[in-house]
Structure formats: C-alpha cells, structure tokens
C-alpha cells in the first residue's frame, strides 16, 4: 500500500456519519380487524392501551371484517382515511392456525403497495391465549444496514414510553463475512491476515459509533429513553430471536421496504413470519 492510499484509508475511517433527529408525527390512527364491530371495538381498544405512548390526542378509526372483502377494497379504505399508521393483526380473513408462518396476503400487500407505516399485532386468537402487550417500554429497532438510517431511531423512539428502553441493534451476518474473506484469501494481492483481523472490527465499529450518535442526538432532542446499544457478530435470524425473547421486547421497529424491490427483504421478512407474538412496527 503506497502512502497516499494508506492516508486516504485513515483520512475515510475517521469519518462518521452522525444520527439526525427527525420529528415523528402520528395523529390519526386505522385499526382494521377481520372480527365483527364488537371484536374490532375490543382489538382497538388493546391497541390504544399497548400504544398509549402516542398520547391522548389521537384520532382512532375502525374498520370491521365487514367492511373490506379484497385487498382492493381495504387499500381503497386505507387511501380515503389517510392515516398516519395503519393497526391491523396477522391473518386477517384467514385461520391462524392453519397458515402458521406467514402474514397473510393482505398484510404482504398492504405492507409494500401502501406508504403508511403498519403495526402488525398477534392474532386475537393468540393474544387470548395468553400474550401481554401492555405497553411500549422496550422497544427494540433492527437492520440489516444501521448506519444513516435516521427515520428507523427517529421512530423507534418515538414509540418508546418516556423512561424506557430504546434497542439499536446490529447483528453482523457471520456467515457472508465468512465467504468475503475466503475470497480474500484468493486474492494475492491482498493480506489475508490483516483483513481478517481488520475487516470485522470495522464493520462492527461503524454501525456502534452510529448507534452511539442516536444516544447523543436523541438527549439532545429531549427523548427521555435508555439507549442500549448492541453489535454483534453472528447469525441474524438466531442472535435477533435471542435478544428479543432475553429481553423481553415489547416491540420490534423493521424496515420493510427496499428501493427498487417489491417484495419484503430477506432479514425482515424471516424475522415477521417466525416471531408471531411480538408486536411489529413495520415501515
């Protein structure tokens, strides 16, 4: 490495790309439930409890089972409310105990072809049984690239009771690293050695200084929230299952949308068809 590429190495590592804060406005809110009035009532009612953080101002509108046969019907209803979030549950018009690990197809639809931002609850079979959501008291935001994604914190703060518990987390895929640095080993030109010791720490060092810029730009913007801050190097599916169920989350914050993609990315998509009992946010 020549010296100018070696100064140019450092000059770039020590850049950062710093948290911005950005103001969450969410003031009218559309449950839609595939029950009948009273069901719809009752499931709107354990929606405005679990999300009492959004504070008493809040317009909330229902739509029952009744009211939308098609996702071009619900879509329809969804553009004529013109939400700021959409509250709905899994398997709506389907049985949940026969489709398991899937969202449904009017979720898988109305999670990419709407803008609004959806918070998919358990299905009300499930909640019966015996799942609690209570409140947003931790609350924990994932993905796959952290760095710069100021709108993802920005949420996930605003859904985190004024006390509680806000977790960025970063779970760096062990397994590409693997494969990027078994073909670094091909490459002659480059030191093995050094890259494996050197490619890890700097992949975890970005995504934990990012983190640690929305600990300081989030005080600074008045958000009363703990920030924890978790990176990691292992396996996406298993390490994020294991910190919510360690931790009790109360609510996981995904991206859910890619450019240029239509369907839901890998990360989140596995995470929302195999953990059917935590609240998710989906944006």
């Not at 098609?70 to 553009?79: C, N, P, S, Y």
């Amino acid at each position: 490495m020549t010296e100018i590429d070696q100064f140019e190495s450092v000059f770039k590592s020590a850049g950062k790309t710093l948290f911005q804060h950005e103001e969450v406005s969410i003031e009218k809110v559309l449950v839609v439930c595939d029950g009948d009035q009273a069901a719809t009532e009752n499931f709107a009612a354990s929606c405005q409890t679990f999300l009492a953080v959004l504070g008493k101002q809040v317009q909330w509108l229902v739509v029952a089972g009744s009211q939308f046969n098609g996702i071009d019907q619900l879509l329809q209803l969804v553009e004529q409310h013109s939400p700021d979030l959409v509250c709905t549950h899994r398997y709506l018009h389907m049985k949940a105990r026969e489709y398991p690990f899937s969202l449904g197809s009017y979720l898988d639809v109305l999670t990419q072809v709407s803008t609004n931002p959806v918070l998919v609850m358990p299905h009300p079979e499930r909640i019966s049984e015996g799942s609690s959501h209570q409140n947003t008291n931790r609350v924990m935001a994932i993905t796959s690239h952290f760095t710069g994604d100021y709108h993802l914190a920005s949420c996930a703060a605003h859904l985190t009771q004024s006390g509680g518990e806000l977790w960025l987390t970063h779970v760096e895929d062990q397994a590409t690293l693997d494969q990027y640095l078994t073909i670094i080993s091909k490459i002659p030109e480059i030191d093995t050695d050094t890259a494996r010791k050197a490619l890890p720490e700097q992949l975890l060092k970005e995504p934990h200084d990012y983190i640690e810029s929305c600990r300081e730009g989030l005080r600074e913007a008045g958000v009363e929230v703990e920030v924890i801050n978790v990176v990691v190097l292992g396996h996406h599916l298993r390490d994020y299952k294991t910190l919510i169920v360690d931790h009790e989350i109360d609510l996981l914050v995904l991206n859910t949308k890619d450019e240029g993609q239509l369907a839901m990315h890998g990360v989140a998509y596995s995470l929302t068809v195999e953990l059917r009992d935590i609240p998710m946010f989906l944006l």
